[in-house]
């Protein structure tokens, strides 16, 4: 029993088989992160203060202490950056804000946000506590509420009240949490003042009255602004001074009532995360990560001089610090520590108490995520600390009120800070932990694909590209078997020794089973390819001269520009700037094709007798070609072409000198196109053109402009198709239709001011395929990689990079009234991914119009394509677990990862569209 | 015949790459403050001109190309002339093919022009020296097998490495390391001239392990 099987049907079952080794992988690279209980289910009482040594004495206070602050609101202002309070640009436009920071009762840090510095995981962190993992960032628009224990929802079973005014984020977060509130959705952009009014408008009336403990206020403007003008724009200051007047009297109003309540109100401004100097947010950079924290309470002490050097925090403490400032028990999966300074009004006794709650937590925390938690330096600091706690609390009882008990409670406290830090940060290293069965099984799933693509490289693009696939030699099927059981073995042995949770072990028996006998499956497939080429080496050699054909520039540069970008992405500046190797690659590619043409031309007229019959053949084929693909993009000129061909007048006229200067006008085209957005990381606040035609009306223009035109080639296009309707050309003409559908719903999708990108690639593409491809005569495998660094150099001029913050999200609201989850994704992939999909539809096009010269074209065009992702996907993922522990693992290597994950996907599709496509032709050649 | 030539080849070659060496080495002497990193337009300036000085110096001398045919002096003039367009021309196309590459557009357009000179200093002032503004003659050697000297052999060689080293020097651009070499055009400078370099130091051995493949064809 054989199966007889053609190259793009292989390429695209290897594909499927990546893609699931590739959502293996992730899986266990971003766990989902599984911290403490669920809150409500076991409730654990709050600690008691430890107890003093010794029998006899015992400490009463075992309740919570009681809130510090009667009242607390909280003012979030999105992208609010440190220097926005505390630089000039603080100084110049919130004066109030200065004036209270410099010589008013206040406490001002920088809080350091942890990156993806996206907005919902920074209010997570903030009310939680804790960090999230980063796959929040992938859920960030569709936010589910909060499950984890948080602030919020203590603050809620506590009996407090609490108003919400600001980024409806938090009312999905904790839908009905709020005794009262009024969301503003962050959708519409470039919106500055109506989202703010929207909150403000509600505080005349809220400030008035008596009845909330808690009010939290986001205001979305700033944000708004950074995204659309960046951080020195004109419009930052006024919004600024906006801001300055709702603190002042947020502050005033506070302070007039404090006279009447025993407790004083606490005034919390802080931003979730700052802003880049392009002005968008995401990554890791201290622009991105630094913002101020302010706490302002007539319960601090008065500041005297000017600030001096502002104390660094993490935004995790804040919870911890707001929790013991309520009166709350502290959230349990909470990393942070409570900033001292905001209860240091307190008696030290308090004081002792807040961080010995804190430590408590944390400590439980971390028993309950470290088996061996006991020899943790935090763990055993902080029991140490509990001990001195203890001492000191006898003394206390005794009566003791020297000099002495002061002392020796400041060393207490000095223990237990240090204690928490030591503890906070060994908690907050373990967000990173990796569940490593999961990726090694994803990991040898993807390289065994990769190795079977390599070792049928040389049948796959034979001229037939066909495999006959040997169903049951019983040599391998016991091998086959033997793996089986070997593997399943080790399944067992790993999973039942695995202390720490793991996805691939939770999963059904039958699904692990299935994995295993997919990857012996591989396995006996490699070896059988290894037999079969061990077997035809020990043959003599029949075909001597496949192998002395030697390697032209073009076959050199895309050699070793695969294997140059492959490299590259071990590191992190290569991902950042990864646009930057695409369209070094493309350039080059581009010259080495020029210099081709130039040596074809030229050449050409020296001796002219020699290449006269490769001319002949040069004009047969596009003949033939413009023959069987009658619609074409381009067939407005596919009259002049025909002349040309028949007339023998092609090379020595004018179509020679557009056929020499298209290298040229590609280049520029491509120089232009990568000035239109300044993507990347190192050179990102370059001016660009897109800023420039998103400034003006010129915007407006440009749509109509382009979209007229791309509607009436795709109008065109189809009129042609059904006035020319001949039986071969009824397939090339529904992929045309594809191809301009796709192009269509691009223009549709594209911001506006990229729609130039969708012009170029148009035009490169109908130069590529006319003047460059036809006269040089490509191989399919050479035509495809081409098509293929073309597509990711698009990619990047579309304005993507390896960022998550350059996702454009806008497109997938496009055409829907509210969030609809599938086609919003669905949109969204296709506008972040239109560059390589256009090309690989357009190669799919040119190659099935090759058909006639070479019937296994597409075949191999669909090989070659699964070969270029699944080189690159299999060598990052190594890189990737190596690479770990790196400091950018998070801001550079994951993000890159989940690109090229999705990559994978969308690569998978295509080659299933190819090896459909290719069907067809076969069937059709058939019958 | 052949060793003869080969040896002058590998003296000429060797004689370039000593002065390049010296360029970085002398003017220190003379000016304050200059270095490589340091003041790298001035280093660029003084390497173009020294290279350029001894290849014309050198060309004369050897006479690597015999000319055919004695010429009257207003032709010489005019070739002499030919010969400046062309360098000029040039030097005007490596610096569009360096902006198409990514090369800022109007910032640092002195840096962009005098790197393109270094190139055109590499590549096409040894060309116009060996074969005069003969676009055909370039396109010959140029193609595959073309060569018909070992002069000519060695222009491959040089204009080819010096080309590569310029493209292997903008590698470490993007890398975040901020070092001094880092800063535009050092690295693709310094990378071309390392190329060069090379090239010279290369086309002598390699033409020496080749002898017996190299068969010219007489013209």
């Known amino acids: 029993m054989r199966l007889r099987l053609r190259s793009g049907a292989l390429a695209a079952g290897c594909l499927l088989a990546e893609a699931l080794g590739v959502a293996l992988f992730l899986r266990g690279f971003f766990p989902l992160p599984v911290r403490s209980l669920p809150r409500g289910e076991a409730r654990a009482q709050p600690p008691a203060e430890p107890a003093p040594p010794g029998p006899g004495i015992a400490s009463n206070w075992t309740k919570i202490p009681p809130p510090l602050f009667r009242k607390v609101v909280i003012v979030l202002i999105d992208a609010l950056r440190d220097d926005f309070v505390f630089g000039s640009k603080g100084k110049q436009f919130m004066p109030y804000t200065t004036q209270v920071i410099e010589k008013g009762t206040s406490y001002s840090f920088i809080a350091e946000a942890k990156p993806p510095t996206v907005t919902m995981p920074r209010i997570k962190a903030l009310m939680t506590g804790s960090i999230p993992g980063f796959i929040d960032v992938v859920v960030n628009l569709n936010s589910p509420a909060l499950m984890s224990d948080n602030l919020i929802w203590q603050a809620k079973a506590a009996g407090k009240r609490i108003i919400f005014y600001g980024d409806d984020t938090w009312v999905k977060l904790f839908p009905k949490h709020f005794v009262e509130y009024d969301g503003t959705t962050s959708f519409f952009v470039s919106d500055f003042t109506e989202v703010d009014d929207n909150v403000t408008r509600h505080l005349d009336r809220v400030l008035k009255r008596e009845d909330w403990d808690l009010l939290i206020l986001h205001y979305l403007g700033l944000d708004h602004i950074g995204h659309m003008t960046g951080p020195n724009s004109p419009l930052v200051g006024p919004k600024l001074r906006e801001m300055d007047n709702v603190l002042k009297k947020i502050h005033i109003s506070l302070l007039s009532k404090e006279g009447e309540a025993s407790l004083p109100s606490l005034l919390v401004v802080c931003g979730d995360h700052g802003m880049s100097e392009t002005g968008s947010h995401g990554g890791s950079s201290e622009d991105e990560v630094h913002t101020p924290l302010l706490f302002i309470s007539s319960a601090f002490e008065k500041r005297s001089g000017p600030l001096t050097q502002l104390e660094l925090v993490q935004q995790t403490d804040l919870a911890s610090t707001l929790a013991v400032g309520l009166g709350l028990p502290i959230s349990r999966n909470n990393v942070g520590n409570i900033i001292l300074p905001v209860v240091g009004s307190k008696t030290m006794r308090e004081q002792l108490r807040f961080l010995h709650m804190n430590g408590f937590q944390l400590s439980t925390l971390l028993q309950e995520n470290t088996p061996a938690y006991e020899k943790d330096l935090g763990y055993e600091q902080f029991k140490i600390a509990e001990k001195s706690h203890g001492n000191w609390i006898k003394l206390y009882l005794e009566g003791n009120n020297s000099e002495i008990l002061l002392n020796l409670g400041k060393k207490v406290l000095k223990q237990y800070l240090e204690a928490l830090r030591t503890l906070s940060s060994s908690l907050s290293k373990q967000v990173a932990q990796y569940d490593m069965y999961s990726m090694m099984v994803g990991t040898v799933i993807v390289m065994e694909v990769l190795l079977l693509l390599f070792l049928s490289v040389p049948k796959a693009l034979s001229s037939r590209a066909e495999f006959e696939v040997p169903l049951s030699p019983p040599l391998f099927s016991l091998l086959f078997y033997l793996m089986c059981l070997m593997l399943c073995a080790v399944h067992v042995i790993v999973c039942t020794s695995a202390e720490s949770l793991c996805y691939f072990c939770s999963m059904s028996w039958l699904t692990a089973v299935g994995v295993m006998m997919l990857i012996s499956a591989l396995m006996c497939g490699i070896l059988s390819a290894v037999g079969k080429i061990l077997e035809n080496s020990r043959l003599p050699l029949k075909n001597p001269g496949a192998s002395s054909s030697s390697w032209s520039e073009v076959d050199v540069l895309i050699l070793a520009g695969t294997i140059g970008h492959v490299l590259s992405l071990g590191a992190s500046s290569f991902i950042e700037e990864e646009h930057q190797t695409w369209y070094f690659l493309i350039n080059t590619l581009c010259l080495a094709l020029c210099q081709e043409l130039c040596r074809n031309h030229f050449l050409l007229k020296e001796c002219d007798l020699q290449l006269g019959t490769t001319m002949k053949q040069n004009f047969d084929s596009i003949g033939e070609a413009s023959e069987c693909k009658n619609i074409d993009v381009q067939a407005a000129s596919n009259s002049k072409l025909g002349k040309a061909a028949s007339s023998a007048e092609f090379v020595k006229g004018s179509d020679k000198w557009i056929s020499l200067a298209s290298p040229w006008i590609i280049l520029i085209c491509c120089r232009l196109l990568r000035s239109l957005n300044q993507t990347g990381v190192q050179w990102a606040h370059r001016p660009d053109f897109g800023h420039w035609l998103t400034r003006g009306i010129t915007e407006a223009r440009f749509v109509y402009v382009f979209v007229l035109g791309i509607v009436f080639t795709g109008t065109k296009d189809l009129l042609k198709s059904q006035v020319i309707s001949a039986d071969s050309s009824v397939k090339s003409t529904g992929l045309w239709e594809v191809y301009s559908g796709l192009v269509l719903l691009s223009a549709l999708l594209f911001r506006p001011h990229n729609l130039p990108v969708l012009v170029f690639c148009l035009l490169i593409q109908t130069m590529m395929t006319k003047y460059i491809w036809r006269p040089l005569k490509f191989d399919a495998a050479q035509i495809t990689i081409m098509h293929y660094w073309f597509g990711q150099a698009f990619f990047y001029f579309q304005g993507n990079s390896n960022g998550i913050a350059t996702v454009d999200v806008s497109a997938g609201f496009v055409g829907l009234e509210s969030y609809v989850e599938i086609p919003a994704i669905f949109l969204t992939a296709f506008a972040t991914y239109a560059g390589p999909l256009l090309w690989a539809i357009h190669l799919l096009c040119y190659l099935s119009s090759e058909v006639s010269r070479n019937s296994a074209a597409v075949g191999h065009g669909c090989f070659c394509y699964a070969l270029m992702r699944s080189i690159p996907v299999a060598i990052y993922i190594v890189l990737v677990t190596g690479l770990r522990y790196h400091l950018f693992i998070w801001s550079v290597f994951s993000p890159k990862l989940l690109y090229e994950g999705m990559h994978v996907f969308i690569t998978a599709a295509i080659c299933l569209f190819f090896t459909a496509m290719d069907q067809n032709h076969s069937q059709k050649v058939q019958g | ?219």
């Open chain 2, 1 to 219: 015949m052949k060793e003869a030539e080969l040896r002058r080849l590998l003296a000429a070659n060797l004689l370039c790459a000593g002065s390049i060496v010296l360029t970085a080495l002398v003017p220190a002497l003379f000016l304050d403050g200059f270095s490589v990193l340091g003041t790298h337009l001035t280093w660029l300036c003084i390497c173009s001109v020294c290279v350029s000085v001894l290849n014309v110096t050198l060309c004369l001398i050897l006479k690597p190309s015999p000319s055919s045919k004695r010429s009257s002096l207003s032709n010489k003039i005019s070739r002499f002339l030919k010969c400046c367009i062309y360098f000029f021309m040039s030097c005007i196309l490596f610096h569009a093919i360096i902006v198409l590459y990514g090369a800022p557009l109007i910032e640092s357009v002195t840096e962009t022009f005098l790197f393109a000179v270094l190139l055109s200093t590499f590549t096409t002032l040894q060309c116009l020296c060996l074969l005069g503004p003969n676009i055909q003659a370039w396109i010959r050697v140029f193609s595959r097998n073309g060569a018909m000297s070992i002069w000519e052999n060695s222009l491959q060689i040089t204009t080819t490495c010096s080309i590569l080293g310029g493209w292997f020097g903008a590698f470490p651009i993007p890398l975040d390391w901020d070092r001094p070499w880092q800063v535009w055009p050092i690295s693709c400078s310094l990378g071309a001239t390392f190329g060069y370099m090379a090239g010279l130091i290369i086309a002598p051995l390699w033409i020496h392990w080749n002898r017996k493949q190299l068969t010219y064809k007489s013209r």
